[in-house]
């Protein structure tokens, strides 16, 4: 039985100082206000963030758009109390982003961008230091660390996820996240050095 089940078939009322498990308690009940509502609170920065996993915006928007269809079907099975929303939208996002791309086949992730035209159009810092990463030493060096240590290098620092939402999204307690996390930091200063 869902835990929103009473409102099953009249929708608490929302607005947008709502917060976002009342949000899913109402789309779980059919309501598209707070569908839209959730989308205007958490689509950009998923974007955003998806966006730096994939340089096809195509796969990008159409993970993101398959994430609030997959909300609106399961907004019933989130729990409050099992973690905050955005960890939960942002699994759901991953999670949607590898089917997108999977469902494309052979397809190169990047095929059909001309790589100096988007460089030239992203000016920000975060962005320089991002494609820095992935042609650099650093990309090397996080390349060698163990599937575990990178894991949580990608989510806290290019993710920029906090600890709990990387909990959330690996499946391990908060104190891994911190303590691979310090394992990894001193790995990649030690191969950088």
């Known amino acids: 039985m869902s835990l929103f089940s009473p409102w099953r078939r009249d929708p608490p009322p929302v607005t947008a100082e709502s917060d976002d498990?009342?949000?899913?308690?109402?789309?779980?009940?059919?309501?598209?206000?707070?569908?839209?509502?959730?989308?205007?609170?958490?689509?950009?920065?998923?974007?955003?963030?998806?966006?730096?996993?994939?340089?096809?915006?195509?796969?990008?928007?159409?993970?993101?758009?398959?994430?609030?269809m997959a909300v609106w079907r399961s907004a019933a099975r989130f729990s409050p109390t099992g973690g905050d929303a955005a960890g939960w939208l942002w699994t759901i996002a991953m999670r949607r982003l590898v089917s997108v791309l999977r469902g494309r086949g052979a397809r190169w992730i990047g095929q059909g961008h001309d790589l100096d035209e988007a460089r030239s159009t992203v000016e920000s810092a975060e962005d320089l230091v991002l494609v820095r990463v992935e042609h650099g030493d650093l990309d090397a060096a996080i390349r060698r660390l163990t599937p575990e240590l990178r894991a949580v290098i990608q989510a806290t620092v290019l993710d920029g996820l906090t600890v709990r939402e990387a909990a959330r999204l690996l499946g391990i307690p908060e104190g891994t996240v911190k303590t691979r996390a310090m394992r990894a930091r001193a790995r990649l200063r030690k191969d950088l050095a």
């Open 21 to 68: 498990a009342e949000l899913i308690a109402a789309i779980a009940a059919e309501s598209m206000a707070a569908l839209r509502i959730l989308h205007r609170r958490h689509a950009p920065w998923l974007r955003a963030r998806l966006a730096r996993r994939c340089a096809d915006l195509d796969a990008v928007d159409d993970a993101l758009q398959d994430t609030f």
